[in-house]
């Protein structure tokens, strides 16, 4: 009798500051829509996608949304506890938002030490004349730290598939550095072949969704 082996899933938690563009990077992944009003996420919100990878494989993606008031701190490091990757989130136009990426590497370290794939990634590079991090500043502290490092713009759809492309690659165990060409690398197909998305208000349903997709 043939065993047909489960879908591969991968959880990869957002963190990093309120209003840094985390909902919105992944809003545009999950269905290339972008919100300019701005609702910051309450607890954690939770979404699924099946994604075709390299050479036809189906993988899973869970992504989890968490909020960056501190009021919901507390929450996090039970999701980045058992998350493959961490994508440490923060604003190109907001200086802060860059020094504080410190304390999530340290959040995630604490956490997971060194078993997870953590990206750095500067949004909002549309802002071009409000930019305060130069991008030679995200790609040195990606490099210090051996993190993959991007920048995007959900509102300009700028580096959002090649954002996922990377954490699918490297997942995959096929990592290429951060100064690769995008057009160099691998084809990741982002076809709709599922998703789901789950809020915090409904979270006890999370695990059924987990396990039915
Ligand atoms: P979160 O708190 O990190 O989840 O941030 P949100 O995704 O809710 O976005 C916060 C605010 O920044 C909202 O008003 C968004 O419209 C805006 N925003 C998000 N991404 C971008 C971007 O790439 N460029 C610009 N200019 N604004 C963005």
């Known amino acids: 009798m043939a065993v047909v082996s489960p879908l591969p899933k991968f959880k990869v938690v957002f963190v990093g500051d309120k209003s840094v563009g985390k909902t919105n990077i992944i809003y545009r992944f999950m269905y290339d829509k972008f919100d300019t009003t701005y609702q910051p996420t309450i607890g954690i919100d939770f979404w699924s996608r099946t994604i075709l990878s390299v050479e036809d494989t189906q993988i899973r993606l869970q992504l989890w949304d968490t909020a960056g008031h501190e009021r919901f701190r507390c929450l996090i490091p039970s999701y980045i506890r058992d998350s493959s990757t961490a994508v440490i989130v923060y604003d190109v136009a907001n200086r802060q938002s860059f020094l504080n990426t410190t304390k999530w590497i340290e959040e995630v370290r604490k956490e997971r030490g060194s078993d997870v794939i953590i990206v750095l990634v500067g949004n909002k590079s549309d802002l071009v004349d409000k930019r305060e991090v130069a991008v030679e500043e995200g790609d040195a502290k990606a490099l210090e730290f051996g993190f993959i490092f991007i920048e995007t713009s959900a509102k300009a759809r700028f580096n959002i598939k090649p954002l996922f492309r990377k954490i699918v690659t490297a997942l995959l165990g096929m990592e290429t550095p951060s100064s690769t060409r995008q057009e ?23 695990q059924e969704v987990a396990k039915t997709n």
């Open 184 to 206: 160099d690398m691998v084809g990741v197909n982002y076809g709709n072949v599922s998703s789901s998305h789950v809020s915090s208000s409904d979270m006890s349903n999370t």
